[in-house]
């Protein structure tokens, strides 16, 4: 059955770098396009990036950009999520997910995704 199966959630100073990762099972990851959403307590699931199937386009949220970057492996079926500088704000369960249609800025919203990691917690210190 195929599956996503994240790592590299856990806490960091503010400041700090953390690296996520995405490993896929049970399927060909280059036939999909990857992002990464966020959901901190009592808020609603936000994207943060994303990224097509051939890794040509990439895509990051206001938020995020000059300290994340999104990329993929597909020799090992994984996808990353590199954050830098994090700050307090950037704490939340981070979800991995994957879809096997790469329609640019769809990849935007949730709704486009049909594969869900089990989500990763990212703390952020001070």
């Known amino acids: 059955q195929v599956q996503l199966v994240q790592s590299g959630g856990g806490l960091v100073q503010a400041g700090g770098s953390l690296r996520l990762s995405c490993a896929a099972s049970g399927r060909t990851f280059s036939d999909y396009a990857m992002g990464w959403f966020r959901q901190a307590p009592g808020k609603e699931r936000e994207f943060v990036a994303a990224m097509d199937r051939s890794g040509g386009t990439t895509f990051l949220a206001d938020s995020v950009q000059g300290r994340f970057t999104i990329s993929r492996d597909n020799a090992k079926n994984t996808g990353y999520l590199q954050m830098d500088s994090l700050k307090p704000e950037d704490a939340a369960v981070y979800y991995c997910?994957?879809?096997?249609?790469?329609?640019?800025?769809?990849?935007?919203?949730?709704?486009?995704?049909?594969?869900w990691g089990q989500g990763t917690q990212v703390t952020v210190s001070s």
């Open positions: 997910a994957a879809s096997p249609y790469s329609s640019g800025s769809a990849l935007r919203g949730r709704g486009y995704y049909t594969l």
